[in-house]
């Protein structure tokens, strides 16, 4: 072992030592303070004994707030000192009262002992709550000056499921946050009486911890403190945001509208899964499948893989049927992006060309063929006559 190595190991056991003999010190000196002046009128050995007592129970009392939580410590020694100061303003109602002085003296220290008493029990436990959820609060502040930014996540975005998605894929960082309201909300939902309701509900429970479970994601279920109880969920989450610079991670449009016009930033599942499509231009040939009948007349509606629908001109009459398509335009809307084309007739040609190969009959058959130009009699025609060979 190094020479230097047992350096802490001794500094730490002289403290602990000296921490000892301090408190010895204490006693000694409570015990000699009571036998030099005899309080109450008691012997001095008795008050000897009383002194060492009390040092005694001062050191109980330190030994219990060394356990205890900082918010603890705190909120009690602010709770007796209120305590104190109550005692005194009844001291000051007693001594206008016409009792004799014993009962005074004795009301006096009653009050003393209980106020005292109730001041450090409440102010310990108050404290200690205080402490814990402003502690969360000024975690989660001191991370947004460190650089993690903080999103709030709505009930929509994880019923709708993609985030876990997004999230898994590593497009999401930093803290995710679930006020205490978002995820009373989803258990209502999931608890609710419709069945389809109750399997949403539960599907956004199952998104959130399988999003908790993921090793490089922060999820935090964070405290709506300071958030009034009633109104709407999406008032008081635009409201968390603002408190606290988050941004909100959503699906409901009417939500991404209402926060950006009070300058909340918004991620948008939906404005992404859009901005994620391939792009189509106008002239690009596709194939699709027409699955219904358009709104005008000889329109035929089809829909890629992805969800978009596309409009194709001249297929009411291919219901059911993969057509070649060529888009003539492109229209982004509120609910995403929709394609108008038109059926492409080479395509469609060339297809029914392919079909009539395949069945046999490519083109006409002359009729003045002999037996070389036919596996048969007739040249293969039905009912065909057969030409004599001449010699």
């Not at 000897?48 to 900082?70: D, P, Q, S, Y």
């Not at 901005?275 to 499948?289: N, S, T």
């Not at 995403?336 to 080479?346: A, N, Q, S």
Request: glycine share 14%; with cysteine; proline share 4%.
């Amino acid at each position: 072992m190094a020479p230097g190595n047992g350096v802490p190991g001794a500094a730490k056991e002289l403290a602990v030592g000296a921490s000892w003999a301090i408190r010895g010190l204490l006693v000694v000196g409570s015990a000699a303070v009571c036998y030099s002046w005899q309080p109450f009128g008691l012997p001095r050995v008795t008050a000897a004994v009383l002194g060492a007592l009390f040092a005694a129970l001062i050191l109980v009392t330190e030994m219990r707030l060394r356990r205890g939580a900082l918010g603890s410590v705190l909120g009690g020694a602010i709770g007796t000192v209120a305590g104190i100061f109550a005692a005194l303003a009844t001291s000051l109602l007693l001594a206008r009262t016409s009792e004799g002085d014993a009962t005074k003296s004795c009301l006096e220290f009653l009050s003393l002992f209980a106020f005292a008493y109730l001041g450090l029990m409440l102010g310990s436990s108050l404290g200690a709550d205080f402490l814990e959820k402003n502690g969360r609060n000024v975690a989660v502040v001191s991370e947004l000056r460190n650089g993690e930014s903080l999103k709030l996540l709505d009930t929509s975005v994880l019923i709708d499921g993609r985030i876990a998605d997004i999230c898994e894929a590593h497009f999401m960082d930093g803290v995710l946050g679930i006020p205490q309201f978002i995820l009373h909300e989803l258990q209502m939902v999931a608890d609710s009486g419709d069945t389809l309701k109750r399997q949403r509900g539960r599907r956004g429970l199952e998104i959130l911890q399988r999003m908790q479970k993921l090793p490089h994601l922060d999820v935090r279920i964070l405290d709506d403190a300071g958030i009034a109880a009633g109104g709407d969920v999406d008032d008081k989450l635009v409201e968390l945001a603002r408190s606290r610079g988050a941004k909100i991670v959503t699906n409901d449009f009417n939500l991404n509208k209402v926060a950006t016009l009070q300058g909340i930033a918004v991620l948008n599942v939906n404005l992404l899964a859009n901005a994620m499509k391939p792009a189509v231009l106008p002239g690009e040939p596709m194939r699709v499948l027409v699955v219904r009948e358009g709104k005008e007349p000889n329109q035929g509606v089809a829909y890629l893989d992805d969800g978009t629908m596309v409009v194709v001109d001249g297929a009411r009459k291919l219901i059911g049927k993969s057509v070649d398509v060529v888009v003539t335009s492109v229209h982004q809307t509120t609910a995403g992006k929709m394609i108008f084309g038109r059926v492409d007739e080479r395509g469609a040609t060339n297809a029914g060309e392919v079909k009539q190969a395949a069945a046999g009959t490519t083109g006409p058959v002359r009729s003045d063929l002999g037996p070389r130009g036919s596996d048969g009699p007739g040249g293969g025609r039905p009912g065909g006559t057969v030409v004599p060979e001449r010699r």
